[in-house]
Each structure stands twice: as C-alpha cells, then as structure tokens.
C-alpha cells in the first residue's frame, strides 16, 4: 500500500445552524479543497457521511448533491456511508484504503449533521434508532442510558464510590469546556467548573446535563491524496500511519460494559498498522459523547490501566500541557459539539491542525503521532485513525 | 490489482415478507457463505446496503447489527452504505475494490430492504427523499413524474408518437413479466399482455401502472473474493471484469432526460476496465424502475443508437432465446421486483447464476459476459459491473 496523506482540512463552526447539510458541507469542502492548492475537478470521488439527512431535511442519497454542489466531475463517483457517530471516520477510513491501493490519487472525504433541525427531545428518541431497533430501542433504551449503566458498572466493579467517581467524570466536562474555550469552532467556548457539572439536571441517572455532549449542526472535509503528491502541493502534509474498525454489534452481545472490547480490537489494528503504542500518542481526539466514555476510552487504548483512568482529568494529566497525553484539545465532543456525520471529520481536522503546529493557545507543543477515535451507536462501530507528522 | 471472484450468491423470495430486514440479510448472507464453501468466521469484512431502515423498521446503523446476526468476527468492519437503489451495487463495487487492492481476501456484501413496510402511497413519498429535497422534493416531484418527462421528452426528440411509444414500453413490460414467469424469487410470476399495461390505472401520465416496478421487500448478497483463492472454493467462480460508478448530481443538472450522461460515463469506465464494449455483452440486468428507463439505458450502453432502442422489447431482440442481447432475463426491476437496497446484489445473482448455467428454464445458452446496472434516484448515482465466466 502506498503512503497517504492528509493535504486540507476544514470545518464549520459547530453550532446552531440555519444552513442546510448541502451549505454547510460545501463550505468545508471547498475550504479544504483550497487549502490542498487543488480544484474542485481535481477531485477522483468523494466519500460521504451523514446519517439522519432523511429525518432533518427530508434528504435521503445526499452524497451526488453535495458532489453537485462543490462542482465534482461526473466522472468522480460519491459515496454515502452511515455508521452512527462514527459516520465520518468510517469514510475517511474507506477512502484513505483507496488511496492507499492505488485506485485513487486525490479524493474529498467527510461528513455533515444538521442534528439540532430534528428538535428537541425527539432528537435523542431518533438518534436511538442507532441502537438494535428489535430488541433494544423498542425497550426504550436510548444513549445516555447505556452510559449511565456503564457508569454504575464501573462504580462497582472497579469500586469507586459513585459520588467519587462522578466527581472525577465532572472533570472530564471542565477539562473539556477548558479546551474547548480555546477553540473558536467550538460549539460551547466557556469555561465551566466541578458545581456546574454536578448541579445541572438529570438526564439518565448518574449520568446530568453536563455530562452529555450535545447534538450540534455542522460539517467537517478533508482532501485525501497520495504521499508522494502531497509535498508538491502543501509544505505540512500529515501522514495516516494506521487504522482501525470493527464491529461490536447489538448492546446484548456486550458482557462488560466497562471493557468495551471492540474498541481495543479497531485500536489494536491500527497501533499494529502504524507500529506504534499507547506511550507513542501525543494528542488524542476521542469519542466523549458522554464524560463516562472517556474514561472507558483511555482504558481501551491502553494508555491508562483498567480501571485507572477515571481520575486523569482531575489530576490534570489528560489536560492541555498535562503530564500523560492532552485528550480532547479540541474541545471533544462535549464542548466542540457533536454534528453526528460530521465529528470523526472534526477529530481528524484538530489532529491535523496539531501535528501541523497552528492550533494557537490550545497548541500540543512537540506533538508528533495523535490518535482518533470515534465510536457508532452503543458500541455497534468503532473506527481509529493514528496519524502523524513523520515522513515513514 | 488482483483478480476478483464471485463465490456465493443468493437472494431471498422476493415480494411481501413479514421478516425484518435482519431476518431476510441473514438468510440470503448464511447461504451466499455456504455456498461459498465458506463460514462466517472467513469473512473479513460486510458491506452492506441499506436505504430506509429508519423509516421502515426505526433502525439506523444496521449494518453491525447484520453483521452480529451472521455471527462475523469483531475484526471484521461492516459498513453501510447508502446510494438510493443504487445503494447495494455501490457496496459491492467498494468491497470488490478492497478485495482487489488486497486489503481483504474474503468479504460478504450485499443489501436488504423492506420497502412494503413503508406503505403506499407513504412509500412514493418518502422514497422521493432520494431526489434533491431543497428544490425537487419540495416542489412535489417523485420518480413516476421523472420518468414520464422522460418519455414525453423521448417521444418529442425522436418523433415517435406517444400512443406508438407506449405500445412499446408496455413491450418492455410484457418481456420482462415474461422472464419473470420463470423465476421462482421474483415478485410476479405471471405473463401478461400489451393490454394488461394499456389498461393499467394512470399513476402519472404517460405512466400506466404496469410500467412502474413495484416496491418489495428482499434481500441479497454474494461472497466476494481474491480471484486465486477461489478455484479451490468453488468450481465456477465468476470474475469481476471490469466497474464504473458516476455521479450526475441533482435532475436540474440533467439537460436532457433522454441522454443519461451519468450512465454513459460509468458504464464507459466499466468497458474500459473489462477492455469490452457493448457488442461483446451476453446478458443484461438493467434498472427498470420504468418501462421507459429499459429503452434510456439500453441507449446509454451503445446497445443501440440513440433513439432506437424504443423498439427492442416488442421485436423481440432483448428477449430470452432474441437475436440482440438477453435484458432482464431475471424479470427485472419490473416482475423480479425492487427491495430498493437490495437490488443491485440480486441483480448480480442473477447475472452469477447465468454465467454458471444454473438459470434452468431463462438461462441465456452459451452466456460469457453479463452486464449489471443500477441507478439511484433521478439519475444522481449510475454504478456498473462486468462480470464474465472466463478467467483474464
């Protein structure tokens, strides 16, 4: 497989939108496309993701009209893929195989949501069709529940007292408001503290408001080309050293909700692919949908023991300048905010921005190898991407 | 790139099911497997297809869901893609690539859907969200309204009167009903006549009812693999010759309805890939959603001049046992019927199967080079694939 890199990368401001997913993804591309040196024509096909076009917008087989939109050639074919959350990285992930193989030179790839235009609380009624429709939506279970089960779970398995434990998740939602403070693409750019987490209302017992990211609208691109072109076109190509997806299926094939064995399968993949370890990764941008989920992440991942990283915000290692590795610079999913299709676009746009050294006051200084991880459903898909600013 | 074979294929009855979508994947996925010689432990991967599980079933992410019911390994990625009716030959010319640039050995792909779970006319309606919803949905177009600009436009261009025209799409119908009679999967088994199609309700004029295909429900799915592996699985493998897929973006960039340029575009990568033209095709399975779009494609291929193909069904040169090129002998679209994400995996079925010899009393004698082509929404995606018996 040849060396693929990264050329452009845009996103939106994530937010509360009144543009359409058509706009908004158009606004990135085309961002991405001008920040590659490239054209639109330039383009070989474009790989797509979105996932509830049909429930926001009425629009369902969005991807040709998004190629319309950003004047793509007939001849470049686009590709809507759908994996809940991890919509976009699912994509990337399958456009960057292509590229790697040969079939393609240069490609778009990426993702839109316009999750905020499906309202209130039906989005998260409709976004729980992302669960196993047949035996566990029907049921009424929906995502903060699974988490909050989780969160119980890991309380007593790991014995943690839960208000211990809910404290420290608490400094996972201040850690990455902090960051996301910093970014001005950011959903939610203010700083919050330990009480407004722990004084905001309940959502899914243990689990309160500010313990859930929120559903945002926005869109994210990124031009995926051949190493060997990149240093002709943009003077910091970043590289993909390697990637990860597997599949965990329904909640009910799921024995521990603590262990979420399918993530450490994905990472496992792409650690062997790039040749590198959990003590390797600089900067991390991963799925905290809810602050519970970072927690189990981290442990996937190996960077932190089972059962041991519950208290890596609070202690301050995860955070920017922190002693073990910044996670969420970004903002994550929980400040930045969460465009369903859109984040693993977003994920691999801070990582890029990172390694390339332009990421302003919320700069990982030095970073060399990040790590994207972005989870589907209640652990139906994982999807991880290492990249790095090293020439292999 | 390497070789690519088809080992398995199999598709359920298709027509009215009370199965789920799951149900139906997995029946055709289990078999397409044992047929292959193979378990499920062997796959590395599922490309799965899908259209509108969240408004059939209120099932999003269907994909890992699949998967798990198959029983496939954590490692293996599925991924669901979405390309309108287009959506499973799209899924299956991504997992053919994979396959080809060796990132995968062995993989299942296909799709399902459960299109009468929708209801008529909801279904209309809510598959007209596949056209682009800003500015053709919104204004009250559907497919039937395309298609029958289609012919109004055909019968103007080519100055064959509408009533002349008419007597010819409903020889398109006849034909393909015909075929359909000896298929035991498809949703219609009865001949009928021109006046069956002249005599059908108007659902939008020129369109007569028995020039729509139905909606169904079905499912269908092959194992795709590396070309060297599968002489020593199966005893007649069948080869990938040759793909193209294009986008042609929304219906107010189609300046003329009667030259369907996406088509030609694909189509033109698929020839050029398998190094064949029209003239060398034996057998053809073609996206008849309306009598009118048999005529249009066979035009788009270079079967016949543009034009010209207004004719073919009632001379009876697209006909089993005809003296031209044996279209739909599966029943198309049109009597085999139209499980909207599931077609394109049936349609290479039955493209398999005649290249086997195992089409019983419709096989085409002597078949060496079959065509598949589906389309997705009003000519937004064209994917093609050129499958032959003889090895490169």
Redesign the interface.
């Known amino acids: ?1 040849r060396q693929v890199a990264i050329l452009g990368v845009a996103m939106t401001k994530f937010g509360v939108s009144e543009k ?1 997913n ?1 706009e908004m993804f158009t606004e990135a591309g085309l961002e991405a496309i001008a920040q590659s040196n490239l054209e639109p024509k330039d383009m070989e096909a ?1 790989f797509f993701g979105n ?2 076009g ?2 926001e ?5 969005m ?3 998004a ?2 939109e950003l004047g ?1 050639p ?11 959350c991890a919509t976009a990285t ?1 994509a990337i992930r ?1 456009a960057a ?2 590229v ?4 393609y030179d240069v490609v778009l790839a990426g993702g839109t949501e316009r999750a905020t235009k499906m309202g209130t609380p039906l989005a998260t009624r409709t ?1 729980a ?6 035996h566990e ?2 049921a009424g279970i929906t995502f903060p529940g699974v988490f909050a089960m989780a969160t119980h779970m890991y309380s007593h398995k790991y014995d943690v007292p839960l208000k211990e434990l809910k404290r420290h998740m608490a400094g996972v939602a201040v850690k990455n408001h902090y960051h996301g403070s910093m970014n001005p693409k950011a959903h939610f750019q203010k700083v919050i503290d330990v009480d407004t987490v722990l004084g905001g209302m309940m959502v899914a017992d243990p689990l309160q408001l500010f313990d859930c990211c929120p559903f945002s609208d926005g869109a994210a691109a990124l031009v995926i080309a051949d190493a060997a072109k990149a240093k002709d076109l943009v003077k910091k190509p970043i590289y993909i050293a390697g990637m990860g ?6 909640l009910y ?1 799921q024995k521990d909700l603590t262990r979420v ?2 993530r450490e ?1 994905s990472v496992g ?1 792409a650690y062997r692919e790039a040749g590198v370890g959990p003590q390797d990764i600089d900067v991390i941008e991963l799925h905290d949908c809810f602050t519970i989920a970072e927690i189990l992440a981290l442990e996937s991942f190996g960077v932190y023991d089972f059962g041991k990283a519950y208290d890596a915000a609070t202690t301050g290692e995860t955070a920017l300048n922190g002693t073990k590795v910044v996670v969420n610079p970004s903002g994550g999913l929980k400040a930045k905010g969460h465009p369903i299709g859109a984040t693993g676009a977003a994920q691999i746009t801070e990582i890029v921005e990172q390694l390339r050294g332009e990421s302003g006051p919320r700069q990982v200084e030095g970073a060399r190898i990040g790590l994207v991880d972005t989870l ?2 209640d652990l ?2 994982i ?1 991880n991407i290492i990249l790095t600013n090293v020439v292999k």
């Open positions: 497989m359409t058509l474009l996932c509830l049909d429930f917008e009425g629009q369902l087989h991807a040709p009209f190629h319309a793509l007939m001849s470049a074919p686009a590709t809507r893929f759908e994996a809940a699912v399958h195989l292509l790697g193989a040969g079939v976004f069709m992302a669960s196993q429709a047949q939506t029907s997806q597997a599949s965990g299926g329904p094939l064995k399918v399968t993949q589907g459903g139906g898909t999807c």
